[in-house]
């Protein structure tokens, strides 16, 4: 993966646009009382659409292939973990976007240190 400050600035922005649109998409149609079963694959649905469109437009900034895997999975993750929070308790937009944020840095984060050990350039 890419290692110059504006790539890892873009990775980083990228991922929590991605997290956070998703979280608040998913805040705002998400009702307690919905089935389970049916919220977690709806979510990660719900994630793949509203990703797409936004890793299309960071890939002409940041490289197409650096942040297409985790804003994808950032979308993915945020997508099933903000409904099922919003199963329990009402969510508001922004508690979607701060959830979702949180989510996308994580799963870069997890991106990076997965890059790192299977390209064994860990010490």
């Not at 400050?5 to 009382?33: E, H, K, N, R, W």
């Not at 197409?64 to 508001?92: H, N, T």
């Amino acid at each position: 993966m890419e290692t110059r400050p504006y790539f890892l600035f873009g990775d980083l922005l990228s991922s929590a646009l991605a997290g956070c649109s998703v979280g608040t998409a998913a805040a705002l149609i998400t009702q307690p009382g919905w089935p389970m079963a049916l919220v977690m694959p709806l979510g990660m649905l719900l994630g793949m659409i509203v990703a797409a469109p936004l890793q299309i437009v960071c890939s002409i900034f940041f490289g197409a292939f650096e942040v297409m895997i985790p804003m994808m999975l950032a979308g993915m993750v945020a997508g099933m973990v903000v409904p099922m929070k919003a199963l329990s308790i009402p969510l508001s937009a922004m508690d979607g976007a701060i959830w979702g944020g949180g989510i996308g840095i994580a799963v870069l984060t997890f991106t990076y240190i997965a890059n790192t050990l299977l390209a064994g350039d860990a010490k």
